[in-house]
């Protein structure tokens, strides 16, 4: 006996292609930034712990949009919120060009960093497009999602690595790639469906009101994945902002090597992200989420302690690998009930971007008196906790629409 599936219609195939581009835009720009980042400490003369507070910028963005993402994305809906927050973003890359080619300062990139965190609300919002399409379509496609944006990572880095092996001015690499990001998002939103699914018959509704919102937050599933996605995104985040850095001062690689290591990262991310697909459905998420997070603790060792550049190359692979699943299960996890996608979604980034509050000025902070490398060590506190709250991700049975009485009978 054989089964086949149902093709997706062509609006349903564009929504989930928009989606993956959204998705790999997202990535590609903040990639730009990430694999520059030397380059921008050279420009400012900046010590570790003031590129720490510097980057902090971007993560104090990144926490005022997931906290107002949920009540954004009620009021707006998630095509509207993608249009006007990352043509915003956008905008701020575009404008930091000129800012760090001709006034090369603290507080005027500083503030533009703030403007590009504010991505975190299109993070929320294009997730909840990518799980509403997953539900319109009928398969697994989130991990591939988010594939799209380790993708998107992957040639940003290796386009910043190779201008900056061609000295291609930075200003020059920032404004023209804000240009491209803002064109292209304004092209891929007239491909978006809404993201808000109509209910069941019978079902009983999601939380509407802004304290109904925020009522999930007493839910202890919900703080325990966002356990998990802090975690992880300290792992994923620490990579992201000082493995570049981290490759020149502690292990003597030039700029341009440390942002090839860089997106050798990312092409890990990329390629756990593909094959998580399908280790997720043979394993199932609970054993992949404590399997990503011992891989996380043997590469970031082996990257901390080994002085053998072969070595922290295999190291880098497996903290890439396991870095991979956590943000993705733990979204797809937050997602299990859509009546309350949008506040949970909200909710479980709102505690995993703390990590991208918390984590650059700590690891400055500690790095400016250890090295960058030996400050990493922190993360293995948070991978840990990830692992310890890995049972949470257990998928949940969707509700079910209220049974419809039975007529009376004589």
Not at 239 to 253: E, I, K
Request: proline letters at 6%.
């Amino acid at each position: 006996m054989s089964t086949t599936r149902t093709r997706p219609s062509a609006e349903l195939r564009h929504w989930r292609d928009a989606v993956f581009t959204i998705f790999a835009l997202c990535g590609f720009v903040f990639a730009t930034w990430a694999s520059r980042v030397p380059t921008v400490r050279d420009l400012l003369g900046a010590s570790t712990q003031e590129m720490g507070f510097l980057i902090l910028g971007m993560s104090a963005g990144s926490i005022v949009g997931v906290v107002a993402a949920s009540h954004v994305v009620a009021r707006l809906g998630a095509t509207r919120t993608i249009l006007w927050v990352y043509s915003a973003v956008a905008a701020g890359m575009i404008l930091l060009g000129p800012i760090v080619a001709f006034v090369p300062a603290f507080l005027p990139i500083f503030l533009v960093l703030i403007v590009l965190g504010l991505a975190s609300v299109v993070d929320v919002a294009m997730n909840l497009s990518g799980a509403a399409n997953e539900r319109a379509i009928g398969r697994t496609i989130m991990p591939l999602f988010h594939a799209a944006f380790s993708g998107g990572t992957v040639l940003g880095a290796a386009i910043g690595a190779f201008l900056e092996h061609l000295d291609v001015p930075i200003g020059v690499h920032f404004t023209a790639i804000g240009i491209v990001a803002l064109v292209v998002n304004l092209v891929l939103v007239r491909f978006l469906q809404p993201a808000e699914q109509p209910l069941e018959e019978g079902a009983e509704p999601g939380p509407s009101g802004f304290r109904s919102r925020l009522a999930v937050w007493k839910d202890p599933r919900v703080i325990l994945i966002g356990v998990i996605v802090l975690g992880m995104a300290f792992v994923e985040g620490s990579a992201n902002d000082w493995l570049s850095l981290a490759m020149v001062d502690g292990h003597g690689f030039d700029n341009a090597g440390g942002a090839a290591v860089l997106s050798l990262f990312l092409a890990a991310m990329t390629a756990g992200r593909i094959g998580g697909v399908f280790v997720l459905d043979r394993f199932g998420r609970v054993p992949v989420l404590r399997a990503s997070a011992a891989l996380a603790v043997v590469g970031l060792l082996l990257v901390i302690v080994v002085p053998v550049d072969a070595i922290v190359i295999v190291g880098v692979v497996l903290w890439g690998v396991g870095a991979s699943l956590g943000f993705p299960v733990g979204m797809s996890a937050a997602a299990d009930d859509p009546r309350t996608a949008t506040a949970t979604v909200g909710a479980v980034a709102t505690i995993g971007y703390t990590a991208f509050l918390v984590g650059p000025p700590l690891i400055g902070l500690i790095g400016e008196h250890t090295g960058i490398l030996l400050a990493l060590l922190v993360v293995l506190v948070l991978i840990a906790a990830a692992g310890l709250a890995s049972g949470a991700a257990r998928p949940i049975a969707r509700p079910a629409a209220a049974p419809v009485p039975a007529e009376p009978t004589a």
